[in-house]
């Protein structure tokens, strides 16, 4: 696609014409623009405009895979230049891209400098690095010298440019391609030649063959980072049959020992176009949240190779659960979509199979074949008609030296004389007989405006005798290889045998014995692994937990005592300490309704003042602590608000999965929830800002997982001030302003129905209306 612009040919724009009508054929053009010539790639030589310029230029300044290098700045210079008026910046991208290894599975450009690496660098600027090609790309350019292709002409008319290269290999599987175009887009993953090679071949000899049978000789895709293919059978072959689907690809792996019973996990390959750099990063951040208890430290120890150290928390863990667990929260498993979508023709998009697009290929191959064969018959025709002329003039050789010696115009003279009556030969030459003319034979050949004028660039050392032997024995050697090749391009069995020698030397030079012909991929069966609860992953340890009045909060090693002195910052003091472990699950009561869910093990630890509560879940500003606690299970809870409205529910209800909570109370401004306690009894306590207490069963109260709940006490202003639970038998307790327990067991007066007003509290009730 050009980007130049000629003001001369620009169309005038009719503003008669509709906008909509207007805008749709512009934007159908441009959709066409880059469908064709920029996003999708060709089925039969795997490329895109961009990376065929670019391997032509190289090929027209002779960087060949032997030669030597030449500045990246000057190759990207041509091809924009010369072939691809777009940004150098973006060709440069795209032939750096075609010279990293970890991204192309067979690189076509031979890179030397700084390309970029598997952590994300980027390459040095073009004006550092040097560049030529690889053998494979010289593969792909093979033939166009002998009419292989057509050619078109490049963007402002000077130039010629192939519209697609011969390509030897199938290198649209070979080396996949990506790309996104108007409403439509492609995702190909690459594949190995040698399997490739061998599927092409099946299906020259069976070419109904079904795509089921092709995954016998391509299982999958190999990409150029190895790695681990876990996808089903099933579903990899629905992948090739429909050209749509997807791979999971894991991280390769093994464990180490370190002696003394540890040992560590060594990844050696990761996925496929997965930065290094941020895959470690998301595995560390893994570890600081706490998000993998068992993991403990990853270390990236690689060189040329890739080698990630995973240390586990505890010689205890099982490598599998680890691994999954990390197959489960980072990218050493990914998903690589696949979507054959390709210009099938050159010219039309089209989703295709496994066997469709090998098929494209082959038509091709069979095409670039026949046309170069029709060029070295065209050459062979001509070279005969030379040497026609030359042995010609070895029969009458007398009478070509005196034209050539005598006459004013050789050239003229040669093509009007009569050659009917060759002259005889010198007596020195009358013991030899030529094969071309036997005794007495009398060629009738005339000399065309070719043979003369190869006849007076003749050199005069080629008139030795001999010569005329080795004329006779090319001209036989070419009316052979010329027979050959009519019967070729009448025989389509030929055709196709002559492709599949050319399909066997390609798997020769780039199969088992080339650096990187051995399948990198691996496949396997994804082991599952089962929900492990947190407590089974997280060594068992007595911790104190602590959270201030700010909402600071911290865990310390073992169980403190909790009426000692603890730092705080300035301003803040003690609000919730109690006894745990690091295997326990903690519950967050907030002012909103909501309940938060912490895991011990993941809380900071005791030897600064902690972090903010809010760091860790989404608690609102506005929102205040109500209660923190130890989740039991199979425990029950009393809620309730300040507008006197409450319910119980199964602490297993409460629990939260995310960072965000579970609402469970419905408070509406200006109320708020207020109480949060452990049921335990047969009867509830409830006081109001009023002082007032109401005893009520708790059979009164209904069980729900979510809502505003029941009322709970009757109030003409203010509202609820504490609720608590208890055993009507054993008397209701509370702490008096001296510190001491008090007990009153003669409730009559205060036992009523639910929703009722109540009566004063008893005497020496403490003055902040709370039961503890």
């Excluded at 060949?64 to 990207?76: E, H, L, N």
Aim: glycine residues 8%; aromatic residues 6%.
């Amino acid at each position: 696609m050009s980007d130049a612009i000629d003001d001369e040919n620009v169309p005038v724009p009719d503003l008669s014409e509709p906008l909509r009508r207007a805008l749709g054929d512009r934007y159908l053009t441009y959709a066409l623009s880059t469908i064709m010539h920029r996003a999708l790639p060709d089925a039969r030589d795997g490329l895109k405009p961009v990376h065929r310029r670019i391997l032509y230029a190289m090929r027209e300044l002779r960087l060949s895979s032997t030669g030597g290098f030449r500045k990246s700045a000057k190759i990207s210079g041509d091809v924009m230049g010369n072939y691809h008026p777009h940004g150098d910046a973006a060709i440069y991208d795209a032939m750096a891209r075609l010279a990293q290894d970890f991204n192309v599975r067979y690189p076509l450009v031979d890179g030397q400098g700084n390309f970029g690496n598997i952590d994300g660098d980027n390459p040095a600027a073009s004006r550092y690095t040097e560049a030529r090609m690889t053998a494979a790309a010289e593969a792909l350019l093979e033939g166009l010298d002998e009419d292989a292709v057509d050619f078109r002409d490049n963007y402002d008319g000077t130039l010629r440019e192939p519209v697609v290269l011969p390509a030897a290999f199938p290198n649209l599987l070979a080396n996949g391609s990506s790309g996104i175009a108007v409403g439509m887009a492609t995702n190909i993953p690459p594949h190995n030649i040698g399997e490739l090679v061998d599927a092409c071949l099946h299906l020259i000899k069976t070419p109904d063959a079904r795509d089921d049978t092709l995954l016998n000789f391509i299982p999958g895709p190999d990409f150029p980072t190895g790695g681990v293919i876990v996808e089903p059978h099933a579903s990899i072959a629905e992948t090739y049959r429909t050209g749509r689907g997807g791979f999971r690809l894991r991280a390769k792996w093994g464990v180490e020992d370190q002696g003394r019973g540890t040992w560590v996990v060594i990844v050696t390959e990761i996925p496929y176009q997965v930065q290094k750099s941020k895959l470690i990063e998301r595995i560390a951040e893994l570890i600081q949240t706490k998000k993998i208890p068992i993991l403990a430290d990853v270390r990236d120890e690689s060189a040329d190779d890739i080698r990630i150290v995973l240390e586990p928390r505890s010689r205890n863990v099982d490598p599998e659960v680890l691994m999954g667990l990390l197959f489960r929260n980072s990218d050493l498993e990914t998903r690589f979509p696949m979507n054959l979508n390709v210009l099938i023709d050159g010219l039309t998009p089209k989703v295709c199979s496994l066997k469709e697009v090998l098929r494209a290929f082959l038509d091709h191959r069979r095409e670039v074949l026949i046309r170069r064969s029709r060029h070295r018959m065209d050459k062979i025709d001509h070279r005969l008609e030379v040497l026609e002329g030359f042995i010609l003039a070895f029969l009458n050789l007398d009478r070509v030296i005196d034209i050539i010696r005598y006459d004013n115009d050789p050239k003229a003279a040669l093509m009007a004389e009569d050659w009917a009556d060759p002259k005889p030969r010198a007596s020195s030459e009358a013991d030899y007989v030529s094969p071309l003319a036997p005794a007495g034979a009398d060629p009738e050949v005339g000399l065309s405006d070719l043979q003369a004028e190869a006849i007076l660039n003749m050199r005069l050392r080629s008139l030795r005798r001999l010569e005329e032997l080795e004329l006779l024995r090319e001209r036989d050697a070419l009316m052979e290889e010329r027979a050959g090749l009519e019967d070729l391009l009448e025989q389509d069995g030929l055709q196709w045998t002559r492709i599949a020698e050319q399909l066997r030397e390609v798997k020769k030079q780039f199969g088992k014995d080339h650096a990187r012909g051995q399948r990198l991929t691996q496949f396997a069966e994804a082991a599952e692994v089962a929900d492990v609860p947190i407590e089974a992953m997280i060594e068992r340890e007595p911790i104190t937990v602590v959270c201030s009045r700010m909402g600071w909060i911290r865990a310390m090693k073992g169980h403190l005592d909790l009426g000692q002195d603890l730092k705080f910052k300035d301003g803040d003091g003690p609000r919730f300490a109690f006894h745990g472990e690091t295997t326990d699950k903690l519950v967050l009561f907030g002012t909103n309704g909501r309940f938060y869910t912490l895991a011990a093990a993941n809380l900071p630890g005791g030897r600064g003042m902690g972090e903010p509560v809010r760091l860790m879940i989404d608690l609102p500003n506005e929102a205040e602590i109500v209660a923190f606690f130890i989740h039991r299970p199979g425990r029950k809870l009393l809620v309730a608000s300040t507008a006197g409205d409450g319910f119980l529910v199964a602490e297993d209800e409460v629990i939260a999965q995310t960072r965000a909570g579970k609402q469970v109370l419905n408070v509406k401004d200006p109320a708020r929830a207020a109480v949060c306690r452990p049921v335990s009894g047969d009867h509830v306590a409830v006081v109001g800002d009023n002082r007032k207490v109401v005893v009520f069963p708790i059979d009164e109260l209904p069980e729900m997982t979510r809502g505003k709940g029941v009322r709970l006490q009757k109030y003409k202003d203010g509202g609820l001030s504490d609720a608590t639970t208890f055993t009507l038998a054993e008397g209701l307790s509370w702490l008096d302003p001296a510190g001491r327990t008090r007990t009153e067991t003669d409730l009559a007066n205060w036992i009523g129905k639910r929703a009722g007003s109540g009566r004063m509290a008893p005497r020496g009730f403490p003055r902040d209306n709370r039961f503890t």
